[in-house]
């Protein structure tokens, strides 16, 4: 698979109720030293599960020989940006954005 900037895949990442219905509490642990956790509406996820793993929607901003970085939609508690590494990204076809 090819990445490019700009491109939408989907990243694994755990998933925990949140403080209301349509959000959810995720967790993307990343290939970086730090994960990423914020509240996301469902609809970016693969699919709404309330708990347990799936995929998260996100943006790739840069490329890093095997990793990348990519931008979650969301309210983080730190970064809006997450390491990745290639091979855990799923491209996200024009019929499914």
Known sequence: MTLSVGRT??????????????????????????????????WYLQEPVEQGTTKIRAVVVELKGDRFVARIPGHSVASQLVVEAVEKATPIGALEA
């Not at 949140?18 to 994960?35: D, I, M, T």
Request: hydrophobic share 40%.
């Open 9 to 42: 895949v989907w990243v694994p990442c755990e998933v925990k109720p949140g403080p209301f219905s349509n959000e959810r509490l995720v967790r993307v642990q990343g290939g970086g030293p730090e994960s990423w956790v914020g509240f996301v509406p469902i």
